[in-house]
């Protein structure tokens, strides 16, 4: 599965941004889906996962309430919308895909859970 995320640009602190994964060359319906994020000089964090039926919307506590992960698997897309955006929200954005058995409810937090990688989106909020 190749993945390739867009959608990041400059925003101002309180505005939206709608970040995009489109895969290609797999199953993607059969896939889980996250997002992760790295700013400069920290590790890279979970944001965001949902499973592969959209069923089951996980969540980081910094962003509940103000992102919503969403798919279209006839798309084969995925999307991470923000609501609210803050300027501890900039960061490389990056979307995954995994999937195991051993996952409870479908998704996972854990980057190194996933096998497919896009090569990020980078994300400004301007204060």
Known sequence: VQLQASGG???QAGGPLRLSCAASGGTFRSHAV???RQAPGKEREFVAA???TSTTNRYADSVKGRFTMSRDNAMS???LLMNSLKSEDTAV???AAGRRTSWNYGT???AAEYD???QGTLV???S
């Open 124 to 126: 400004t909020v301007s």
């Open 93 to 95: 954005y990056y979307c």
């Open 9 to 11: 640009g400059l925003v």
């Open 116 to 118: 497919y990688w896009g």
């Open 77 to 79: 897309t995925a999307y």
């Open 50 to 52: 949902i499973s592969r």
């Open 34 to 36: 996250g997002w992760f």
């Open 108 to 110: 996972s937090a854990t």
